[in-house]
């Protein structure tokens, strides 16, 4: 969109308007006040002057002391500890460490996340960890590391997936070796 006195036109899809479509193709005063890019209801792209829409969203947790419970080997659990929300567009982030999509497009978003992993006491055990959609574990972005008390592990999981609205992901941590707590520093983002 652009505004007074340009020869560009955007064509607006009727899904954001009741009863028709619109094009604009000049305007005056402000046509698009509280109206940001990262409104589920619009989608800028090739714009002038205006910020390109671009949903994403961006979770961090550092220097967490809190410890995933772990309720036996080999039972992949919810990384606890309080994240931090540090960029959000079209999902919203919880203090649970959750991304959730709030766009209205059903859409294919890569996700990621770099961790470091410590275990609560005792030697080298062998540490996996997972993204998981809606409290699902995705299995092939597993990332096995060592750790110990002393000796953090680190490593990061890859994937890529379609989003509907409330679908949302998050980082998930189990132990191979024993029943022996971890607890999870590290970031994660939809982008």
């Not at 994403?56 to 220097?63: N, P």
């Not at 989003?163 to 939809?190: K, L, P, Q």
Request: hydrophobic share 35%; aromatic share 8%; with cysteine.
């Amino acid at each position: 969109m652009a505004g007074a006195g340009s020869s560009r036109s955007t064509q607006l899809h009727s899904s954001y308007l009741s009863g028709g479509s619109c094009v604009v193709s000049s305007c005056t005063g402000t046509a698009l006040a509280g109206i940001t890019p990262a409104d589920n209801r619009w989608d800028f792209h090739k714009t002038q002057g205006i910020a390109e829409t671009r949903a994403d969203g961006l979770v961090s947790l550092s220097g967490n002391a809190t410890e995933t419970v772990i309720s036996g080997s080999g039972t992949p659990t919810l990384a606890l500890g309080t994240w931090v929300c540090q960029s959000e567009s079209q999902f919203t982030c919880t203090a649970a460490g959750r991304l959730t999509y709030s766009g209205e497009l059903v859409q294919s978003f890569p996700f990621d996340c770099t961790f470091t992993v410590l275990m609560a006491s005792g030697g080298d055990k062998q540490v996996m960890v997972y993204l998981a959609k809606n409290g699902t574990i995705i299995t092939e972005t597993g990332s096995q590391v060592t750790a110990s008390s002393s000796k953090a592990g680190s490593g990061g999981c890859i994937w890529q997936d379609q989003f509907s609205a409330t679908d949302y992901i998050e980082v998930w941590v189990e132990n191979v070796s024993d029943a022996v707590n971890v607890i999870v520093n590290g970031t994660m983002r939809v982008n």
